[in-house]
């Protein structure tokens, strides 16, 4: 024993001031204020091996709660290590983990000693039963209701408000029926056990007196994420009916600034109303931030700054570095993907490429950022997400568009024959497919008329059938892409299917990735691919090079959700634009609002070296070069720790040569490409720089003297006569742009004439 507290002695003296004083505080209630990378799991794991170290406590009278298994079990390991195999250890899981626990050692005292758990499978398949006996039959999907009935009962314990909030009666009764069913099988969700977890001790005073008996120490991992179930779970835990502390110490550790999961639930209030709720608390702040650079964290400081609901800190770190971060406005979506890639390429050669993270707001953003990295051989890795041209979406309207080409394609028919769903399930399909395989030489319109002329197939089926075969009617392989595509999601009625089939927010999602691919269709067609087929042709071409790449370990790519808890030497923040980041979604209040600033923070904390901050001037919107806006957050970025450069008219040795000097790294001068090709379409911008890269000194007197108005005539050499509709005055050039005969053209003033 004596040597396990020295062992632990040492631990607290390897620890900061604050971090000890998280540790030392066992009695009374504790907040502890845990800024991104300043050791707070180190605090938590050392907190427990103190308490059953130096203060004798047993592990079975200690619980550490957190949000995943993952995290349980580095607590516990870490734990193990410092106390050695002879002592047992405090209880260490998820909330849910412990809830089970507790219904489990008291389950005399529920409606049904034995039960058992609805997986999400099991929940599904009860509330497709009811749905089926239900009008809401086709207009709502099990995996809606799933959604609304957790999202319910996070938020109160009070069943008759749960169903009372509920203004759709049907839905009310197919939620009702839902619980009614379920405990017909002894059965609780996944859910109910926080529920019934936190309804054991909020019911039962015996119960509630003997957990204060048996546990006398809490602690909460990731306070932020908890929502109000789980708050209430740990009042019911630490305090008496008369809300007064009813064992040693409860310890909630976390960072209202890193909470950004209200969508599942988590309510940054808890945190910032613990204080409140648990009269007394000793509040500490861990301000010491080992991971990233002083520079990067002064960056973090001030943009969180704009936020009010928060516990006001600020980070430090005695790494100090300079020119650390960087902020780069590129000319087009196009050029940003490439300039990351470029960085992404010279960091590859320094062999520290798995120490890389591209982070984006949303899913769709990959897409461009995938094609660049492909384009030149870079391997990535997708993180919580399928790589653009494998998500299911995508796939689904690839697979219509493939019979277009080849109406022989059986793998693609049997992906579309039901989806959307039309009522044609397995028993039409291997009928169908049957009767393909004795007769080859058709095609799958061919197979399908013969099966209405001799009416194989009759009634709904029949018409179901018709309305599938309607949808290829007016399609054929040399098609204009982008045209066909868009007509393709609105033939099939996919965006429909998207919304009756999942989750709002899970199809919208999914819905962006649609247009993605529409904007994916405009760019390969203005490359000169611009019928279906080369389209598709194109996408091969790219899934090949994707199979290749599978197996290697590269960049990383994310959204910032995903990227909670990481860390990376270097970080690029892709898309920074509003309406992007922050999404248009969050613009309705001001709490919406500060968590998309949470969740850039969270972003910028994830970088240790370097981090790269980039957004387009213009970004393809079907077909047209749309104009953006920086984001609000970039412009809180304090330019006495961000270097801020255009790089729109840049050419791509230069863009080598400007990270070759950033990140003192020698990369040879080969590559003269310019960015000044984009894709051509009636209504879309074209952005042209044809001059080098020049700085301000460079720019002519005369072409600063020109005085461009809108609606002027002006003359280029290449495009001819053109409308001037728009002047933009930078300190180093005037942006004209143009409407000429190919298009509108954003063109440096020093190129035109006016006529």
């Not at 009813?246 to 960072?255: H, L």
């Not at 890639?341 to 050669?349: D, H, Q, V």
């Not at 999404?583 to 919406?592: C, F, G, I, M």
Request: charged letters at 25%; hydrophobic letters at 35%; glycine letters at 4%.
């Amino acid at each position: 024993m004596e040597t396990h507290k020295e062992n632990s002695t040492l631990h607290i003296q390897d620890l900061n001031t604050e971090q000890q004083q998280a540790v030392l505080h066992t009695q009374g209630p504790l907040l502890v204020i845990a800024g991104a990378g300043s050791g707070k799991t180190r605090v938590i794991t050392n907190r427990i091996t103190h308490m059953i170290v130096n203060n004798g406590v047993y592990p079975k009278n200690i619980i550490a709660l957190t949000f995943t298994n993952k995290a349980a079990q580095e607590m516990k390991e870490r734990i193990r290590a410092s106390l050695g195999h002879d002592h047992s250890l405090p209880f260490i899981g998820t909330f849910h983990s412990y809830c089970l626990y507790l219904l489990r050692i008291h389950k005399e005292l529920l409606p049904f000693e034995n039960f058992s758990i609805f997986d999400e499978d099991d929940k599904n398949a009860l509330l497709t039963q009811l749905l089926k006996k239900s009008p809401l039959y086709k207009r709502q999907t099990a995996q809606q209701l799933s959604y609304l009935i957790s999202k319910l009962k996070n938020q109160t314990l009070d069943e008759r408000e749960q169903l009372s909030s509920l203004q759709d009666p049907h839905v009310r009764d197919i939620v009702a029926t839902y619980e009614k069913e379920k405990r017909a099988s002894n059965a609780f969700d996944f859910d109910d056990l926080l529920v019934e977890g936190t309804r054991l001790l909020q019911r039962n005073i015996a119960v509630r007196d003997w957990h204060h008996a048996q546990i006398r120490h809490v602690l909460v991992d990731e306070y932020q994420d908890t929502n109000h179930v789980q708050h209430e779970l740990l009042k019911l835990m630490g305090l008496t009916k008369d809300n007064q502390l009813a064992i040693d110490s409860v310890c909630a550790v976390g960072d209202e600034d890193q909470s950004i999961y209200s969508w599942r639930g988590a309510t940054v209030d808890n945190i910032m109303y613990f204080q409140n709720d648990f009269k007394g608390t000793t509040l500490i702040k861990m301000e010491q931030n080992y991971r990233s650079k002083e520079p990067i964290l002064q960056v973090a400081n001030t943009v969180i700054q704009n936020n009010n609901n928060r516990n006001e800190k600020k980070l430090w770190s005695d790494h100090k570095g300079s020119d650390c971060v960087r902020a780069l406005q590129c000319l087009s979506g196009y050029q940003e993907a490439d300039v990351i890639a470029r960085y992404c390429e010279l960091i590859n050669s320094t062999g520290k490429l798995t120490s890389a993270a591209i982070l984006y707001r949303t899913h769709f953003q990959s897409r461009l950022i995938e094609e660049a990295l492909l384009k030149y051989g870079i391997p990535y890795t997708i993180i919580g997400g399928i790589r653009f041209y494998e998500r299911k979406e995508i796939k689904d309207i690839i697979a219509f568009i493939r019979l277009i080409i080849n109406p022989f394609d059986r793998m693609a028919f049997s992906r579309v024959i039901n989806c959307p769903t039309r009522g044609l399930g397995d028993v039409f399909q291997e009928l169908f497919l049957t009767h393909w395989s004795h007769e080859p030489l058709l095609n799958v319109h061919q197979i399908a008329q013969k099966l209405l002329d001799e009416k194989l197939v009759i009634g709904a089926k029949a018409k179901a059938l018709e309305t599938f075969l309607a949808i290829f009617k007016d399609f054929k392989p040399t098609d204009n892409a982008p045209e066909a595509v868009t007509k393709m999601v609105s033939a099939s009625n996919y965006i429909a299917h998207l919304k009756d089939t999942y989750e709002k927010n899970e199809a919208q999602e999914r819905i962006e990735n649609l247009q993605e691919f529409i904007n994916a269709a405009h760019f390969f067609a203005g490359q000169g691919k611009s019928s279906l087929e080369s389209l598709l042709n194109e996408i091969s071409l790219l899934q090949e090079k994707t199979d290749k790449e599978q197996g290697h370990v590269g960049v990383t790519l994310m959204t910032i959700h995903a990227a909670k808890g990481l860390e990376f030497a270097y970080v690029i923040i892709a898309g920074m634009e509003e309406n992007l980041f922050p999404s248009s979604r969050s613009l309705a209040t001001q709490d919406q609002l500060e968590e998309e600033r949470r969740l850039f923070y969270v972003a910028i904390t994830r970088a240790r070296t370097n981090l790269l901050i980039t957004n387009a001037r213009f970004r393809q919107t079907y077909g047209s070069m749309e104009e953006q806006i920086s984001s609000r957050f970039v412009d809180e970025i304090p330019r006495t720790y961000c270097k801020f450069d255009q790089a729109g008219s840049w050419q791509m040795y230069e863009v080598k040569n400007y990270f070759s000097q950033w990140l003192k790294i020698n990369a040879p001068v080969s590559d003269v490409m310019v960015f000044n090709t984009y894709p051509t379409k009636q209504k879309e911008v074209e952005i042209t720089f044809e001059q080098p890269a020049r700085f301000a000194s460079q720019v002519t007197s005369e072409t600063k003297s020109k005085s461009f108005k809108k609606h002027q005539t002006v003359k280029h050499t290449k495009f001819g006569l053109g409308i001037v509709q728009t002047i933009e005055q930078k300190t180093d050039k005037t942006l004209v742009t143009a409407r000429f005969k190919d298009g509108l053209k954003t063109i440096d003033a020093s190129f035109l004439t006016i006529v």
